[in-house]
Structure formats: structure tokens, C-alpha cells
């Protein structure tokens, strides 16, 4: 049944938006007149790709009003902190920059101090922000991200405070500026929020109801990044295989990605996440199809046992997870599984764990995520009883950790003396004399070249393997 329909931001208020733009502009120019310089922001970013993204579109906004970019604290004329709540050790990182960040002000009071992203959508924290850290000086949501050049052009103008969240249940807004991290890879928003309601996950309340970008605005997007030399892009949501569900005419993920090899020269696609119930025998077709599309899928589990996946509200048995694992792998043989698994969910006993390290087993995933069950005031899970102690997850989550690296490691030695194709993304940060790249499967290779291959795909020797990447030398250059 289709759900109602993607409301998009009207065109008046993204106009508005961009008046916005210019006023703060020209207070900055004023800024810079005064002081001689720029005035600098620097972007924070905590959490997944989603929000890494976010951070580039807030970048986009601030850069169109005039402002340069640092990348530390003390630089800063403006900060913003775009913050994750999925678990509770992120929000606390969060809360130890912002008091620490109360010096500065008193050293540069025209420092601006912004939070924003999943933290802010929850209103106990904003009230924590109100009462406690009265150095932040605007505080706005995941749905209003549009609006922060009038959010910010208020604190400039009044001074004041300015904390706005959550105004409407969210729209999608097109058309804002982003300014990318990279030039070789970027990240596309195909979907936003959830409607999934995994009994542990904040997501759902603090992210919204799901809503698609229309497909033309998509293919848009992917076409103008081919046209200005982009060689890869992820298609980003919280659950891709619900995409167009609430869109009016019939499309789904497969269909989107069909039009996207069908009409653009995109040399390499992947995307994430995908919800292991939803995943259609069409998108596991259109993945064997076409070439372009990576061999890789991330495919979250979240636990081995059935009866816990229950009570996570995933809608999937470990028979039916194992089953589609088959399905995906025979129609495109080779490909590179990763996963994420939640350890000390609520309830889990010794079996239940069992249970996961043996899925973990059969399935070999080439990686896994793994994370200690943080508990999220406000979800179903916060109420269970049977919160599982300290001791006895740390120690389960060792041994799965373990295990996973033994055999992501023995999935790399598999490699040794293997040639792979690589798009090289630039130099290795850890050791300049070495270029760095992916592979299709989304390994991290680093390798010799004698000449500078960025931004080409190229075949690459692999001399040496360790649990998180490749070593080698280059052969040849593709394109
Ligand atoms: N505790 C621990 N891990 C969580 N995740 C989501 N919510 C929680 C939580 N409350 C993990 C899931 C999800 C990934 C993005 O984060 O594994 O797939
Ligand atoms: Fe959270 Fe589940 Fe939605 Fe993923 S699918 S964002 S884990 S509620």
C-alpha cells in the first residue's frame, strides 16, 4: 500500500533560504574588512555516512556565505557540531567538546557555537544545551538543515540564542548547496529517515518517517557528478529498499539503480543500508546485471538468533537471513558481505550469542561491525528487563571481534598474488610514498605506483594482506 507522498520543501522557502545566504554574506564581508581576514568555519562531524553527508550540505550553505574552512577549534569563528545519538558514547563526546568549548568563547566572544544532526532532535538534550552549555548559541535539527542560513543569520543579527528542531515531520529539500569532501567518490541521498522501529534504534524518532527523493532529482544529481569527472557514488539511506514506497508513480530501489546505469556513465555504484527483510530477488538481479553496480553488499544481522531478532522487531529469522545470503551469493558470485551485529541486546543469553558466532561462521562475512547494545531512553528496548552486565558483553563482544578478524583475515590472505582493480583515491595518509584505493568489493588497498594514478582505476598485485586492507603494487592503468 503506498504511503503518503514525499512532501518537498516549496520553492519559495529554498528562495528565501538563499536570501538569507546573501545577508550573511555581507555581514561577513563586513567581518572580514574589520579583521582582515575571512572568517573560518570548522565542521564537526560524529556518526554515520548520513550524517557525513549533512555536514558536506552544511559546508555547501556556509561556503556560499562566504566563509573559508579550518579544521580546528581555535580557528574557528563559527562552529558546528553535527552529532549522532546511536549510542550513548557519541553523545557523551559530544557534551566534552561543547564544555570545553566554553573558554573560547570567553577568548573570541563572536564565536558562534552550533549543534545540530540526530542529538538535537531528542528535547531532553535540547534542554540540556538550554540549561547547562549557554555557549552554544544555535541549536537546530535534522529536518530544518535547509534553514541554517536564516538560523544562523538570527544569532548574527540578535545575538541571541536560536534553538529550533523538529518544525515539521520532514520534507525534502532540494537544491541545497554541498560542498564535497572528495573529488573521486560522493555520497547521494536517495532516501531519508526510517519506519523500521528496531526496538533498540533512536533512529526512526529522531530522523523521521521515510521520504524519497524523486527519481528525476536522483538521476539529476548523478549526472551532473559524472559530468564533472565523479568515478563513484553511494546511494545513501537508512533502509534503500524501502525507496519510492512513498512516492506516486511505481518505482523501487531496483528500478533507480536500473535507471542510473541506464543513463549515466557512472563507472562505480554502491549503496547502503540495506534491511535484509526487504531485499527483493529484483534487486539481486539488477545487481548481477550490471557491472557497474560494486560487488558488495552490507547487509545488517544485527544478531544470530531468531528468537532475539523477534524481539529487535527485524522481521527476518536466522533461516531467512542465511537464505537470502545464499541467494545474493549465487547470483553474483564473489561478492564482499558485510554486516553489522549488536552484542548485549537485552535479554541475550549465551545460546543467543552462540547463535551469532556461528552465523558469523557460515556466513564469513568479509566484515563485520560489531557494537556493545547502548541503551536509548525512549525506545522499546530501553523497558526490557534482562539488561545483560557489563562484564559478560565485554567479553562476548572480544570473542566475536576475534573471530571476525580471523576471518576477514583469512578472506584477504585469499588475495595474495591476486591482481585486483583499484580506483585510486589519492595518496595513503599513513604513508605518503603509497597511493590508496578500493577495490568493487570496497577493500582498502595501498600500493606502489611510479606515476600519480588518483582518480584512475588501475589493476593492482597484491604482495601483502593484513585484516583490514591489501598491500601491493600497481600494473596497469585502466582509464
Ligand atoms: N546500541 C548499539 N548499536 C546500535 N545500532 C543501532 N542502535 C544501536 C544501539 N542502541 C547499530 C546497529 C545499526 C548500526 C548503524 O548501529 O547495528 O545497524
Ligand atoms: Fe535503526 Fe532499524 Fe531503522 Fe536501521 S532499520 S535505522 S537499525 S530502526
Redo the contacts with the bound molecule.
Keep these: 500500500m503506498k504511503r503518503a507522498s514525499t512532501v518537498l520543501v516549496p520553492p519559495e522557502e529554498m528562495e528565501k533560504q538563499r536570501q538569507f545566504q546573501e545577508l550573511v554574506y555581507t555581514k561577513n564581508i563586513g567581518f572580514a574588512a574589520e579583521q582582515g581576514r575571512k572568517p573560518l568555519a570548522f565542521v564537526r562531524t560524529f556518526g554515520?555516512q548520513m550524517n557525513e553527508h549533512d555536514s558536506e550540505k552544511i559546508s555547501g550553505m556556509l561556503e556560499k556565505m562566504g566563509y573559508g574552512f579550518c579544521d580546528s577549534f581555535e580557528d574557528a569563528d563559527v562552529i558546528i557540531m553535527n552529532t549522532c545519538c546511536?549510542?550513548?558514547n557519541a553523545e557523551e563526546k559530544v557534551f566534552g567538546h561543547i564544555g570545553s568549548l566554553k573558554s573560547l568563547k570567553r577568548r573570541k566572544p563572536w564565536l558562534v557555537t552550533a549543534v545540530c544532526g540526530c542529538m538535537t532532535e531528542q528535547p531532553h538534550i535540547v534542554e540540556e544545551i538550554r540549561k547547562k552549555y549557554k555557549n552554544v548559541d544555535l541549536v537546530f535539527g535534522t529536518h530544518n538543515l535547509h534553514r541554517l542560513p536564516e538560523l544562523l543569520f538570527k544569532v548574527l543579527d540578535s545575538g541571541e540564542h536560536v534553538y529550533e528542531t523538529s518544525r515539521t515531520s520532514g520534507e525534502v529539500a532540494e537544491g541545497v548547496p554541498v560542498k564535497r569532501g572528495g573529488n573521486i567518490h560522493a555520497w547521494v541521498t536517495v532516501m531519508y529517515g526510517c519506519n523500521n522501529y528496531?526496538t533498540?534504534?533512536?533512529?526512526p524518532y529522531v530522523r523521521g518517517h521515510e521520504r524519497s527523493r524523486r527519481p528525476e532529482d536522483i538521476l539529476e544529481e548523478v549526472k551532473k557528478l559524472c559530468g564533472i569527472g565523479y568515478s563513484e557514488i553511494t546511494l545513501l539511506g537508512q533502509n534503500v529498499n524501502s525507496y519510492g514506497k512513498d512516492l506516486p508513480e511505481p518505482v523501487d530501489f531496483a528500478d533507480l539503480l536500473r535507471l542510473i546505469c541506464e543513463n549515466t556513465s557512472i563507472p562505480r555504484i554502491r549503496f547502503m543500508?540495506s534491511h535484509p527483510k526487504d531485499i527483493s530477488d529484483r534487486l539481486i538481479a539488477v545487481m548481477a546485471e550490471f557491472p557497474q553496480i560494486c560487488n558488495q553488499l552490507h547487509l545488517?544481522v544485527?544478531s544470530g538468533s531468531t528468537g532475539l531478532l523477534k524481539r529487535m522487531n527485524r522481521h527476518y529469522t536466522r533461516e531467512q537471513y542465511l537464505e537470502t545470503v545464499k541467494k545474493v551469493r549465487e547470483q553474483n558470485p564473489g561478492i564482499a558481505l558485510t554486516t553489522?551485529?549488536?552484542v548485549g541486546?537485552p535479554g541475550e543469553t549465551d545460546e543467543d550469542f552462540e547463535d551469532t558466532l556461528s552465523l558469523v561462521e557460515q556466513v564469513r562475512f568479509d566484515q563485520a561491525?560489531t557494537?556493545?547494545?547502548?541503551?536509548?531512553e525512549g525506545?522499546p528496548?530501553a523497558k526490557y528487563p534482562d539488561q545483560v552486565p557489563q562484564d559478560v558483553v565485554k567479553e562476548r563482544f572480544d570473542r566475536l571481534l576475534a573471530l571476525q578478524n580471523r576471518i576477514s583475515k583469512e578472506i584477504n590472505d585469499g588475495y595474495l598474488g591476486e591482481v585486483v582493480e583499484v580506483l585510486c583515491e589519492g595518496r595513503s595518509k599513513t604513508n605518503l610514498s603509497r597511493y590508496t584505493g578500493r577495490t568493487g568489493g570496497n577493500k582498502i588497498v595501498n600500493f606502489r605506483s611510479p606515476s600519480d594514478v588518483t582518480g584512475k582505476l588501475v589493476t593492482v598485485k597484491i604482495e601483502n594482506v593484513q585484516t583490514f586492507f591489501l598491500e601491493g603494487t600497481v600494473l596497469e592503468v585502466l582509464s
Design positions: 554515520c546511536v549510542r550513548e528496531c533498540y534504534c533512536i533512529v543500508t545488517p544485527q553489522d551485529i549488536i541486546f561491525y557494537f556493545i547494545y547502548s541503551r536509548r525506545t528496548a
